[in-house]
Protein backbone atom coordinates (compact mmCIF):
# COMPACT_ATOMS: atom_id res chain seq x y z
CA UNK A 1 0.00 0.00 0.00
CA UNK A 2 1.03 3.69 -0.36
CA UNK A 3 2.50 5.41 2.38
CA UNK A 4 0.76 8.36 3.60
CA UNK A 5 0.59 10.82 6.37
CA UNK A 6 -2.60 10.04 7.69
CA UNK A 7 -3.55 7.26 10.06
CA UNK A 8 -4.68 3.80 10.23
CA UNK A 9 -7.99 3.75 11.78
CA UNK A 10 -9.92 0.60 14.00
CA UNK A 11 -13.22 0.95 14.73
CA UNK A 12 -15.18 -1.98 16.66
CA UNK A 13 -18.87 -2.09 15.93
CA UNK A 14 -21.22 -4.64 17.36
CA UNK A 15 -21.32 -7.00 14.25
CA UNK A 16 -17.52 -6.07 12.59
CA UNK A 17 -13.87 -4.50 13.17
CA UNK A 18 -12.96 -2.32 10.36
CA UNK A 19 -9.67 -1.10 9.52
CA UNK A 20 -8.63 1.74 7.10
CA UNK A 21 -5.33 2.66 5.65
CA UNK A 22 -5.34 5.94 3.76
CA UNK A 23 -3.16 4.05 1.12
CA UNK A 24 -4.08 2.22 -1.96
CA UNK A 25 -3.38 -1.00 -2.83
CA UNK A 26 0.13 -1.22 -5.92
CA UNK A 27 -0.85 -1.34 -9.00
CA UNK A 28 -2.17 -4.39 -9.92
CA UNK A 29 -3.45 -5.56 -6.91
CA UNK A 30 -7.11 -5.38 -6.39
CA UNK A 31 -9.52 -6.61 -3.20
CA UNK A 32 -10.83 -10.03 -5.24
CA UNK A 33 -7.28 -10.56 -6.08
CA UNK A 34 -6.18 -10.50 -1.84
CA UNK A 35 -8.75 -13.54 -1.26
CA UNK A 36 -6.53 -15.66 -3.38
CA UNK A 37 -2.87 -16.63 -3.96
CA UNK A 38 -1.34 -13.42 -5.08
CA UNK A 39 2.40 -12.24 -5.64
CA UNK A 40 3.53 -9.75 -2.89
CA UNK A 41 4.11 -6.18 -4.12
CA UNK A 42 5.70 -4.51 -0.92
CA UNK A 43 5.87 -0.49 -0.88
CA UNK A 44 9.23 -1.18 -0.11
CA UNK A 45 11.33 -4.31 -1.00
CA UNK A 46 14.45 -2.74 -0.33
CA UNK A 47 12.91 -3.46 2.93
CA UNK A 48 10.96 -6.34 2.69
CA UNK A 49 13.43 -8.82 1.39
CA UNK A 50 15.75 -8.25 4.66
CA UNK A 51 12.87 -8.52 6.61
CA UNK A 52 12.01 -11.69 5.37
CA UNK A 53 15.23 -13.24 5.32
CA UNK A 54 15.68 -11.96 9.02
CA UNK A 55 12.20 -13.65 9.87
CA UNK A 56 10.74 -10.46 10.96
CA UNK A 57 8.23 -11.34 8.24
CA UNK A 58 6.46 -14.56 7.37
CA UNK A 59 6.35 -15.72 3.69
CA UNK A 60 5.22 -12.43 1.23
CA UNK A 61 1.70 -12.23 -0.10
CA UNK A 62 0.27 -14.70 2.56
CA UNK A 63 -0.94 -11.83 4.71
CA UNK A 64 -4.36 -11.93 3.59
CA UNK A 65 -4.84 -16.08 3.10
CA UNK A 66 -4.08 -16.08 6.91
CA UNK A 67 -6.46 -13.58 7.80
CA UNK A 68 -9.35 -15.50 5.55
CA UNK A 69 -8.04 -18.67 7.48
CA UNK A 70 -8.20 -17.76 10.95
CA UNK A 71 -11.72 -16.30 10.15
CA UNK A 72 -12.89 -19.78 9.28
CA UNK A 73 -11.08 -21.47 11.52
CA UNK A 74 -13.30 -19.49 14.48
CA UNK A 75 -16.57 -19.92 12.36
CA UNK A 76 -16.48 -16.16 11.00
CA UNK A 77 -17.88 -14.58 7.43
CA UNK A 78 -15.10 -14.07 5.23
CA UNK A 79 -13.69 -10.53 5.86
CA UNK A 80 -13.97 -7.91 2.77
CA UNK A 81 -11.15 -5.67 1.22
CA UNK A 82 -12.68 -2.82 0.06
CA UNK A 83 -10.52 0.15 -1.88
CA UNK A 84 -12.67 3.23 -2.32
CA UNK A 85 -10.96 6.45 -1.72
CA UNK A 86 -8.84 4.87 1.09
CA UNK A 87 -8.32 0.64 1.86
CA UNK A 88 -10.73 -0.72 4.02
CA UNK A 89 -10.82 -4.45 5.83
CA UNK A 90 -13.98 -5.30 7.46
CA UNK A 91 -13.92 -8.39 9.69
CA UNK A 92 -17.07 -9.50 10.58
CA UNK A 93 -18.08 -10.99 14.48
CA UNK A 94 -20.23 -13.62 15.60
CA UNK A 95 -23.84 -12.00 16.92
CA UNK A 96 -26.18 -13.14 18.65
CA UNK A 97 -27.85 -13.49 22.14
CA UNK A 98 -25.10 -15.13 24.09
CA UNK A 99 -22.13 -12.07 24.33
CA UNK A 100 -19.13 -12.92 23.66
CA UNK A 101 -15.97 -11.57 24.79
CA UNK A 102 -14.08 -9.54 21.98
CA UNK A 103 -10.14 -9.85 23.61
CA UNK A 104 -10.00 -13.27 22.04
CA UNK A 105 -11.49 -13.25 18.86
CA UNK A 106 -10.06 -9.50 17.90
CA UNK A 107 -6.73 -9.81 18.80
CA UNK A 108 -5.16 -12.35 16.86
CA UNK A 109 -7.01 -11.06 13.66
CA UNK A 110 -5.11 -7.66 14.51
CA UNK A 111 -2.43 -9.51 14.74
CA UNK A 112 -1.95 -10.82 11.68
CA UNK A 113 -2.99 -7.47 10.03
CA UNK A 114 -0.53 -5.67 11.73
CA UNK A 115 1.79 -8.03 10.94
CA UNK A 116 3.79 -7.99 14.28
CA UNK A 117 7.04 -9.34 14.01
CA UNK A 118 5.82 -13.14 14.79
CA UNK A 119 8.04 -16.26 13.71
CA UNK A 120 6.09 -18.42 12.57
CA UNK A 121 6.76 -20.92 15.97
CA UNK A 122 5.88 -17.81 18.19
CA UNK A 123 2.46 -17.74 16.14
CA UNK A 124 1.60 -21.46 16.79
CA UNK A 125 2.24 -20.66 20.86
CA UNK A 126 0.02 -17.33 20.67
CA UNK A 127 -2.82 -19.71 19.26
CA UNK A 128 -2.51 -21.79 21.63
CA UNK A 129 -2.71 -19.13 24.06
CA UNK A 130 -5.87 -17.82 22.14
CA UNK A 131 -7.25 -20.92 21.96
CA UNK A 132 -7.48 -21.70 25.41
CA UNK A 133 -6.37 -19.10 28.00
CA UNK A 134 -5.58 -21.70 30.47
CA UNK A 135 -3.02 -23.83 28.57
CA UNK A 136 0.12 -24.93 30.50
CA UNK A 137 3.52 -25.25 29.39
CA UNK A 138 3.40 -28.68 29.12
CA UNK A 139 0.13 -29.08 27.05
CA UNK A 140 1.96 -26.40 24.44
CA UNK A 141 5.18 -28.69 24.43
CA UNK A 142 2.93 -31.92 23.70
CA UNK A 143 0.51 -30.04 21.23
CA UNK A 144 3.84 -28.38 19.70
CA UNK A 145 6.04 -31.79 19.89
CA UNK A 146 8.90 -29.47 21.39
CA UNK A 147 10.62 -29.22 24.92
CA UNK A 148 9.15 -27.44 27.50
CA UNK A 149 11.95 -25.24 27.77
CA UNK A 150 11.48 -24.56 23.81
CA UNK A 151 8.06 -22.93 25.07
CA UNK A 152 9.70 -21.02 27.86
CA UNK A 153 11.87 -19.59 25.79
CA UNK A 154 8.58 -18.64 22.96
CA UNK A 155 6.19 -17.88 25.98
CA UNK A 156 9.29 -15.12 26.96
CA UNK A 157 9.55 -13.79 23.55
CA UNK A 158 5.73 -13.13 23.50
CA UNK A 159 5.63 -11.85 26.98
CA UNK A 160 8.73 -8.64 25.66
CA UNK A 161 6.78 -8.29 22.78
CA UNK A 162 3.80 -7.29 24.97
CA UNK A 163 1.41 -9.74 23.22
CA UNK A 164 0.56 -11.91 26.64
CA UNK A 165 1.27 -11.70 30.40
CA UNK A 166 0.29 -14.30 32.81
CA UNK A 167 -2.69 -13.31 35.82
CA UNK A 168 -2.32 -15.63 38.32
CA UNK A 169 -0.21 -18.74 39.52
CA UNK A 170 0.95 -21.02 37.00
CA UNK A 171 -1.30 -23.39 38.10
CA UNK A 172 -4.23 -22.09 38.57
CA UNK A 173 -3.65 -18.51 36.74
CA UNK A 174 -4.45 -18.07 32.80
CA UNK A 175 -2.42 -15.86 29.94
CA UNK A 176 -3.87 -12.72 29.04
CA UNK A 177 -3.61 -10.97 25.79
CA UNK A 178 -2.86 -7.89 26.29
CA UNK A 179 -1.62 -6.55 22.33
CA UNK A 180 0.51 -4.12 21.62
Known sequence: MKRTRSSVQVMLFKDRLEIWNPGHLPFGLTPSKLAKPHNSIPANPLMAEPMYLAGLIERMGTGTGDIILK?????????????????????????????????????????????TELTDFEQDVFSLIVDDPTVSYVEMSEKLQVGRDTVKEYIARLKSKQMIERVGSTRSGYWKIVGK
Do not use: A, S
Open 71 to 115: CKTMGLKTPKFVQEEIFKVILFRKTGKKKQEVTPLITPLITLLIK
